[in-house]
């Protein structure tokens, strides 16, 4: 029976992936009107930290690329299973995605390489028996004793462990620091235990056509103007008023706008749904002769995270999470060609065409450089003339090897010329600047606050205990066993918050329980004792 919610409202703190699907269930799955649902972002454009933009003059940007997978992401692919596609007549987003996806199978044949150029064999993880007693015991030891560990606590006695392919390996495909949290390592280890045995190939990366924005965002967004939702853009949420007493009721949402300040009176039966954190919060851009400076001042999204939750209970702490830029930043560059002399170069290096290669790790970095050359185009606004690839490096604090100052000192021009000295392309460095249109470079000081150390309790539930009409939609809240830093986990925390607060009896999709699945764990288990090919 169709529900009725009369002229109830719902109001989205934060434009993010989160917001926009919560979005789209209330319309979908509660026949919530359009009109009634408000999404206030802060920026002048949705999306949140999957974005992609710039232009064939100026050149193009994305911050960051979100990896997909067609073997977990639950409720992202059932979500947008029913969003239309953009540019296919009567296909979904998914099916958009996967049928792209297998088109252009990703299969890394260049995944370490080490400073004399030489690309590793990386067939065997390069284990010694005290990591892999370290890696099974932290496999069955309980989170709840894991609060505020980090990694390098557990395997400070084997420091081997971080000498290993496997760490390099799973370090950058998922912007690990040996000081993140321990429990989040153990929590990927769980959810992505089928990949660990192909992680030397990542042949689990599931490809977008082109970069998130466009692939994704554009058309969530479209299919909710169509059910005539409100966007408020350039509304930065303040601070959030409760009613008295022990339930966590949201009575009132604050903001600034460029015509002043203002107030959101909700009533009886409205609902507040609030994105409180975001990793792209501060990003900073630069551009070829322009570094991209560190802005260390507390992010928009924490800091009405730390003003709720000192008025109430059981709201979650963010103080592990956006206290220290030194150990949650790392840099991204895009860089934008006339033509595809450089791609070519380094097709042939890698032995894989634009599109199936992944991460391409210069393992003895000091910056821990990692480049990712996409399907071309990866924008629908470049040229046929045009190439894109994208890189970065997660130790922004080292002076380069070739270039003698720290990443986040250098411009965009400095960073290429850093990469192209790795790839011992010394002999055409003039000819390859010669076609540079731009090289953006993306300073994030909070992109891998996620991955702080932490106790359980510092994220909150997506609907916290006592709650009437408030939840969070985040990286950092907390669902037990999925993980953060993905898609699946801003769609998954959406789904819970419309239907808890709704009352809706419909099933969320499970996390896919592989860790208990017999043929995967005996893959992990010979790949962790598998012995490199070359002695």
Same mark, same amino acid.
């Given at each position: 029976?169709k529900?009725?919610?009369?002229?109830?409202?719902?109001?989205?703190?934060?434009?993010g992936?989160?917001?926009?699907?919560? #979005?789209a269930y209330?319309?979908?799955? %509660?026949?919530?009107?359009g009109?009634?649902i408000?999404?206030?972002?802060?920026?002048e454009?949705l999306?949140g930290?999957?974005?992609? #933009?710039?232009?064939?003059?100026?050149g193009f940007? %994305?911050?960051?690329?979100?990896?997909?997978?067609?073997?977990t992401?639950e409720?992202v692919w059932?979500l947008f299973?029913?969003i239309?596609?953009?540019?296919k007549?009567?296909m979904?987003?998914?099916?958009?995605?996967?049928?792209?996806?297998?088109?252009? /199978?990703? =299969? @890394?044949?260049?995944r370490?390489?080490d400073?004399d150029?030489?690309?590793l064999?990386?067939m065997?993880?390069?284990?010694?028996?005290?990591?892999?007693?370290?890696m099974?015991?932290? +496999?069955?030891?309980p989170?709840d004793q894991l609060d505020?560990?980090?990694i390098c606590d557990?395997?400070?006695?084997?420091p081997?462990?971080?000498?290993?392919?496997?760490?390099?390996?799973?370090?950058?495909?998922f912007a690990?620091?040996?000081?993140?949290?321990?429990?989040?390592?153990? &929590?990927?280890?769980?959810? +992505?235990?089928f990949?660990f045995?192909?992680?030397?190939t990542?042949?689990?990366?599931?490809?977008?056509t082109?970069n998130q924005?466009?692939s994704?965002?554009?058309?969530?967004?479209?299919y909710?103007?169509?059910?005539?939702? *409100?966007?408020s853009?350039k509304?930065?949420?303040?601070d959030?008023?409760?009613?008295?007493g022990d339930d966590?009721?949201?009575?009132?949402i604050?903001y600034d706008?460029?015509?002043?300040n203002?107030?959101?009176q909700? =009533?009886e039966?409205?609902? %507040?749904i609030v994105?409180?954190g975001c990793?792209?919060?501060n990003?900073?851009?630069g551009?070829? =002769?322009?570094? @991209? /400076?560190?802005?260390?001042?507390k992010?928009?999204?924490?800091?009405?995270?730390?003003k709720?939750?000192?008025?109430?209970?059981?709201?979650?702490?963010?103080?592990p999470f956006?206290?220290?830029a030194e150990?949650?930043?790392?840099?991204?560059f895009?860089v934008?060609l006339?033509c595809?002399?450089l791609l070519?170069m380094?097709e042939?290096?890698? &032995?894989?065409?634009?599109?199936?290669g992944?991460?391409?790790t210069f393992?003895?970095?000091n910056?821990? +450089?990692?480049i990712?050359?996409?399907?071309?185009? =990866?924008?629908?606004?470049?040229?046929?003339?045009?190439?894109?690839?994208?890189?970065?490096g997660?130790?922004? *604090?080292?002076v380069?090897d070739?270039?003698?100052?720290? +990443?986040?000192?250098?411009?965009?021009e400095?960073?290429?010329?850093?990469?192209?000295?790795?790839l011992?392309f010394?002999?055409?460095?003039d000819?390859?600047?010669k076609?540079?249109?731009?090289?953006?470079?993306a300073?994030?000081p909070?992109?891998?606050?996620?991955f702080?150390p932490?106790?359980? #309790?510092?994220?909150p539930?997506v609907?916290?205990?006592?709650?009437t009409?408030?939840?969070?939609?985040s990286q950092?809240?907390?669902? /037990?066993?999925?993980?953060?830093?993905?898609?699946?986990?801003?769609?998954r925390?959406?789904r819970?918050?419309?239907?808890?607060l709704?009352g809706?009896?419909?099933?969320?999709c499970?996390?896919?329980?592989h860790?208990?699945?017999v043929?995967t764990?005996?893959?992990?288990?010979?790949?962790?004792?598998?012995?490199?090919?070359?002695?």
């Open positions: 029976m529900k009725e919610y009369g002229n109830k409202q719902v109001y989205f703190v934060g434009g992936l989160a917001s926009l699907a919560g #979005a209330l319309v979908r799955d %509660c026949d919530f009107k009109e009634n408000h999404v206030l972002e802060g920026m454009i999306g930290s999957n974005d992609g #933009a710039g232009d064939p003059q100026k940007v %994305c911050r960051g690329g979100r990896m997909l997978n067609e073997e992401y409720n059932e299973s029913t239309p596609s953009l540019e007549s009567g979904s987003v998914t099916d958009e995605i996967l049928e792209f996806d297998h088109a252009h /199978p990703t =299969h @890394a044949n260049a370490l390489i400073k150029g030489q690309i064999d990386v065997s993880m390069g284990f010694d028996n005290a990591d892999r007693m370290a099974g015991k932290l +496999m069955i030891t989170e505020n560990l980090r557990w395997f400070g006695q084997t081997h462990f971080f000498e290993t392919n496997f760490w390099y390996m799973w370090q950058t495909t690990f620091q040996k000081w993140s949290s321990l429990f989040e390592f153990r &929590r990927y280890m769980q959810r +992505m235990i990949e045995s192909r992680i030397q990542l042949e689990g990366v599931t490809r977008t082109y924005y466009e994704m965002i554009l058309p969530l967004k479209a909710l103007d169509k059910a005539n939702v *409100d966007f853009l509304i930065t949420v303040t959030l008023d409760f009613e008295e966590i009721t949201v009575t009132a604050h706008s460029a015509e002043g203002g107030t959101i909700l =009533h039966g409205d609902l %507040c994105t409180n990793i792209t919060d990003a900073t851009i551009d070829l =002769h322009k570094a @991209a /400076p560190l802005q260390v001042e992010p928009m999204s924490g800091e009405i995270w730390s709720i939750a000192a008025k109430k209970t059981g709201l979650g702490n963010p103080q956006f206290s220290n150990e949650t930043n790392w840099e991204s895009t934008t006339k595809d002399k070519k380094i042939k290096y890698s &032995r894989n065409v634009p599109g199936s992944a991460l391409m393992k003895d970095s910056w821990l +450089m990692s990712v050359v996409a399907a071309q185009p =990866h924008f629908k606004a470049q040229p046929k003339d045009q190439t894109i690839f994208w890189g970065y997660l130790y922004t *604090d080292k380069g070739y270039v003698k100052k720290p +990443m986040r000192e250098c411009t965009g400095e960073m290429l010329l850093e990469l192209l000295h790795h011992h010394d002999d055409e460095i000819s390859i600047m076609d540079v249109i731009n090289v953006i470079p300073m994030m909070y992109i891998d606050s996620h702080q932490r106790a359980m #309790a510092d994220r539930k609907v916290p205990e006592g709650s009409n408030l939840a969070f939609i950092f809240v907390e669902i /037990p066993e999925d993980m953060v830093f993905t898609e699946e986990y801003s769609v925390a959406a819970i918050a419309v239907y808890t709704l809706l009896d419909k099933k969320i499970p996390v896919t329980p860790r208990y699945d043929r764990l005996l893959k992990a288990l010979n790949t962790a004792h598998r012995e490199s090919a070359v002695r």
